[in-house]
């Protein structure tokens, strides 16, 4: 039997760290070369390369979950304008019927390198449903350049946040995140890497950046790292439909990777 033209959604709505009031939109598998602009394949000589083979703590996750795995795998097929005219009309009957908290954009796959003028508009038209209904919005991407070239169309929508290096954070004087390794790491290591993060009960702390921005650590994965508990455990009022700071320019990043 032949299948659908679209075999999937392009927007999920569940998630044990978002929390269920969310959407998330991914356009293909994580640490793809045909979106992130990795060393080994940059074609442009301006292009900032990425290390985000070393700091994506979602590539492993999809060699594991075969659901996963094939979904992302799809989407990756899709041209990335398809996508978000999916996502705008599932949008468009969630906000309708249902409550939307937040939302992500690129768990896993990334927006492409060098966007379509009509994928920038369709952006817009999705990010203006979202700003309209007072829906904050996580829009990460893997490089500084990156960022910029988005920014440039859709600051005034949202914040387009860059995961960059440690040296690059805590100079950074634009929006930026930053992933502390924890994974795959002994006890012993992790232990020091909660005390050097974790010192307060509020999760936040002062870092060395640029002009007045804070840097706060991720609620979720401190609660976490602090706690030393499975994710399931983690109470909602530290998931991100509670806390918001990535949508947040004021603020610089810190995700501990649990």
Request: charged residues 25%; positive net charge; contains cysteine.
């Amino acid at each position: 039997m032949a299948k659908s033209k679209h075999e999937y959604k392009a927007l999920t709505h569940n998630n044990q760290k978002l929390g269920t009031e969310i959407r998330v939109l991914n356009f293909g598998p994580s640490v793809d070369p045909d979106v992130c602009v990795l060393e080994s394949s940059k074609t442009h000589p301006d292009d900032e390369s990425c290390d985000v083979e070393s700091r994506c703590y979602n590539d492993n996750l999809e060699s594991v979950f075969k659901t996963l795995r094939l979904r992302l795998e799809w989407l990756k097929k899709q041209d990335p304008e398809t996508i978000v005219e999916m996502a705008i009309g599932e949008l468009k009957i969630a906000l309708r019927f249902s409550r939307v908290m937040w939302f992500r954009i690129s768990v896993n796959g990334s927006v492409p390198t060098y966007p379509s003028a009509k994928l920038i508009s369709l952006l817009r038209d999705m990010l203006g449903l979202l700003r309209i209904a007072d829906v904050a919005v996580h829009f990460p991407v893997e490089t500084r350049k990156k960022a910029e070239r988005y920014s440039k169309h859709l600051s005034d929508l949202c914040v387009v946040r860059a995961s960059v290096s440690y040296g690059r954070f805590i100079n950074a004087d634009y929006a930026a995140s930053y992933v502390v390794k924890r994974r795959y790491q002994t006890p012993k290591q992790k232990l020091a890497v909660t005390r050097k993060y974790l010192l307060h009960d509020g999760l936040a702390v002062k870092a060395n950046c640029q002009g007045d921005r804070l840097a706060v650590i991720c609620p979720f994965e401190g609660y976490v790292a602090k706690h030393n508990c499975k994710i399931g455990q983690v109470p909602w009022q530290h998931k991100c439909t509670a806390c918001k700071a990535c949508s947040d320019d004021s603020k610089q990043i810190i995700f501990l990777d649990t």
